[in-house]
C-alpha cells in the first residue's frame, strides 16, 4: 500500500518516541489513555513536539465519561483548542454530543472557529451517535478533517460493514478505523475494505519501579492495578506498519 496512514495514540514521552521508532505517521495525544483519554497538558506537549518528528494532534476532552458538555467544559475546550493551535499542534481531535446522540452543531462550530484552520478530527463519540450516517454529513458540513470510528462497534473487526459504508460516504473525510487494532486486525481489514487509515495504541504493560508499596492505599481505578504501566511497543507499532507497507 503506497499511502497509509498509521496513527498511534499516546501519553508519555516514552510511548511517543516508541511510536515513531516503529513507524507511526502520526500521534494522538492525550493524556490518561486507560480511561480512553483526557486532554494533555502543555507541558506534555512540548516535550513529545521536541521528542519526535511526526504530526502530532491532540486529543481534547475535558474529564472522563459521556460527550454532552456543559457551558464551563466547552468553553475550556474552546480555550485547549486555541492554545494547542498556538504551541504548534498538527490538529486536534474533538467531539460534542447532544442528549439525544447527534452531534452538537453549535457546540463543534465554537471549537472548529476556534482551530481556525488546522486538521480537526471527529473522535469516537462518532460511535455513540444514534445516527452514524447523519452525524458524516454533518461532520461534512462543518469541516471535519478525520472520523475516528470503529464502526459503531466494540471494535473495528466488528464494524468493518459500516466502515465500508462510510468510507464510500466521506468524500474528502478520512475514515480511521481505531478499536482492537493491530497488525492482525490491519492484514484482515486491508483485504476485507478500501481503508487506509488506522489508530492504534500498540500498548505493552510494564511493571513499576518501585520495591515499596504500602497494601493499605489505593488511589486508581477499581480493577486497574497501581504497579502496571501502560507504554506504546515500538514492535507492535513495526508489525503493523509491516503489514501496511505489503498491502
Known sequence: ????????????????????????????LC???????????????????????????????PRFGDFLYDSDELTILEDEVRAFRSAGADGVVIGCLTADGDLDMPAMSRLMEAAAGIPVTLHRAFDVCSDPQKALEQAKQLGVSTILTSGA???????????VDLHAQAGEIEILAGAGINAQAIARLVQDTPLSSFHMSGKTVLHSGMRY???????GLPGIPEDQIWQTDAEAIRAARTVLEQA
Not at 506534555?44 to 486529543?59: G, N, T
Not at 462497534?153 to 466502515?163: M, N, Q
Not at 508499596?213 to 489505593?218: H, S, T
Open 31 to 61: 493524556a490518561n489513555l486507560i480511561i480512553g483519554g483526557t486532554s494533555p497538558s502543555l507541558a506534555l506537549f512540548s516535550r513529545v513536539r521536541e521528542a519526535v518528528d511526526i504530526p502530532i494532534r491532540v486529543l481534547l476532552r
Open 153 to 163: 462497534k466494540a471494535s473495528a473487526l466488528e464494524g468493518k460493514a459500516l466502515l
Open 1 to 28: 500500500m503506497k499511502h497509509f496512514t498509521l496513527e498511534c495514540c499516546v501519553d508519555s514521552v516514552a510511548s511517543a518516541r516508541a511510536a515513531q521508532t516503529g513507524g507511526a505517521t502520526r500521534l494522538e
Open 213 to 219: 508499596r504500602n497494601p493499605d492505599v489505593f488511589m
